[in-house]
Every structure is written in C-alpha cells, then in structure tokens.
C-alpha cells in the first residue's frame, strides 16, 4: 500500500505540481510555434481526422476545433470535475469521462453533453470506443466497466486487484489491452470477461504505465511510463523487452503501421520513435519547454502530431520538427 501511494503521490505531481507557469510566455520566438489555449492544464487529445477534434482538461474544461487545430471553439460540459479522457468514434458522436465517476456522452460533436450512469463511482482515466455501441473505461482501484448499447448500460468488468489502470486499447472487438500501475499490463480476447495479467519485470512493485499503443494488427507494440522505462514487443505481447530511454517520465505515445511514432512526457520530453518501437530518439526540446510537461498526444496524418499539456499549450510537430500553425 505504500508503494501505491507512492506512485499515486508521483502521478498527482507530474499533472498537478509541477510549476504551471509556462515558460512560453513573455518569448517571442516561442510564441510563432505554440500559444495558450487556455490558462489551465489539459490531459488528452482526440481528432476524428486531421481537421476535427477536443481537447479537455481541468475543470470541465473542453475545447473544440474544425481546422486541426488552428482555432479552438469551447463547448460547455455543466460539470467542474475535471475531464481525463475522451473517445470520439466520428464527428458526432463521443464519449468523456473522469473524476467521480463522471461519464459523459454527445451526438453532436459536443454542443450538447448528457450523464450516463456508471455501477461505480470511481475516477476514471481512460476510454476507448470502437464503434457506436462497444466501449470501455476503466480507472482507479482496479476498476473497468464495458458497454455494447453505446452507454446506455455499464457492466462492471473490474478487476479483483487494487491498481490504478491509467490506458486502454481495443485491437478488435474482442482484444483489449490495458497498462497500469505496478508495472503491470492485462489482456483480453474475450471482449473483457476474462484477463490475462501480464507482469513487466520481476520485482512486484515494477515501473508504473501510463500508456500503450498497438500496430493495427496488434504484432507491434509499446508502453512506456516513470522513469523512462518502455517495454516493446513485436509477437502480439507473448514477450515484452525493456528499454530505458530518458530518465524523464513517459506520458503518452502513438505507434503507427509503418513503425514510426511518437512519444510525449515531462521535462519537455519529445520522442521520435522508429523499428517498430526498437529505436527512440530524443528530440532537443527549446529551451523555453525544458521544464514543461506534455501528455496529449495526437496523429493528424503520418508524421504530423499535435501535443498538449502544461497549462493549456498547444504544439504542432510535422516530421517531428515544431512548425508554426497556419
């Protein structure tokens, strides 16, 4: 329990303590290539396509664009509890979730938000859709709840351990996968009724993960959380093989089918990935970002990302170069 608490106490700082002054402002050359979109902290991105897409946050606060990113429009949610996820399976069509067991759904790209009821009242900090109907969350102490009528209704799925699941990835319908605390993953083929718990180095108390991320086919992936530490595998997670990169936690990442990605997390952490999740190169980050945070992270088309985090920054990467959005 005090290692729990531990890694709850690091979490809780890299998102909330870590100075929310961002060195940004006040820097001419830095204000060409990012802005404010607002004066809080955001934590997580969702594009549909690489014009449309939310960025939530703090407060309830979330925010909608039409031009990738350009402008940003906000959408009222009528809560204060903070959004941590988001899960868009068209233009329309959404779901958010967060603290206290807050779930909401929208048909109209997020003009209009309505309650769904949860079996549980947890913090939840992931969702993920695949379609319209079939969809998971799943949060603090263990928790996961699945639907197959849109939300509608919940079903508690949870696990009968205490952790903290912090991702949550669909390869199929059938095939999930989900990274925790404790440096542990869990995988499904049966939709969510069962869990084969993976464990990713021996020690009990292993590196808490805060993010997954497949190939579409499910044979290449990677995790990555505290310290740096990442695990990849390239045989549909039957092995995993670590890899430290930084020292710096890792926040969020996204591999594509051509093996290529990227990486996000603090100390203005930027990560080039390559070889299917084998080869991570750091990016140098400008001097004004060495001490934020990023934990946002979106593909708008291949090689080209949007990222965001401390104190509601926004940054576009296009071949893994920031460029000023136009």
């Not at 809080?40 to 991105?45: L, M, R």
């Not at 869990?195 to 290449?220: C, K, N």
């Not at 997670?237 to 020292?247: C, R």
């Not at 934990?295 to 071949?319: K, M």
């Amino acid at each position: 329990m005090f290692k729990r608490l531990v890694y709850l106490l690091l979490l809780i700082a890299a998102f909330f303590l870590i100075p929310q002054s961002n060195p940004v402002i006040g820097n001419a050359d830095a204000d060409e290539i990012t802005y404010r979109l607002m004066r809080k902290s955001v934590y997580h991105t969702e594009f549909v396509d690489a014009s449309y897409g939310w960025v939530c946050g703090i407060g309830g606060n979330l925010f909608h664009t039409i031009n990738g990113g350009l402008t940003w429009e906000k959408q009222e949610t009528n809560t204060y509890d903070s959004i941590f996820s988001m899960s868009f399976v068209d233009k329309k069509k959404g779901w958010a979730v967060g603290q206290d067991g807050m779930i909401l759904t929208t048909d109209n790209g997020g003009e209009n938000w309505t309650t769904q009821t949860a079996p549980e009242n947890k913090s939840w900090m992931k969702v993920a859709f695949i379609d319209r109907n079939n969809g998971i969350v799943v949060g603090d102490w263990g928790k996961i709840i699945s639907t197959k009528d849109g939300g509608k209704t919940w079903v508690d799925i949870s696990l009968t351990e205490d952790v903290v699941l912090y991702d949550v990835k669909y390869i199929s319908e059938k095939e999930l996968w989900i990274a925790g605390e404790l440096g542990k993953l869990y995988h499904s083929i049966d939709g969510g009724k069962s869990w084969d718990r993976i464990v990713l180095e021996d020690d009990f108390y292993g590196p808490t993960m805060f993010a997954i991320s497949f190939t579409s086919d499910g044979q290449h992936g990677i995790c990555g959380g505290l310290q740096g530490m990442v695990f990849v595998t390239h045989d549909s997670g039957k092995t995993w093989t670590k890899q430290t990169v930084s020292e710096d936690s890792v926040f969020n990442l996204k591999l594509n089918d051509n093996g290529i990605g990227f990486a996000v997390g603090n100390n203005g952490g930027f990560y080039k990935i390559e070889e299917n999740g084998d080869k991570w190169t750091k990016l140098p980050p400008p001097p004004y970002l060495r001490a934020a945070w990023f934990q946002c992270l979106s593909s708008l088309e291949d090689n080209s990302y949007i990222v965001a985090g401390t104190r509601g920054s926004i940054l576009f990467f296009d071949n893994f170069e920031i460029i000023q959005k136009k």
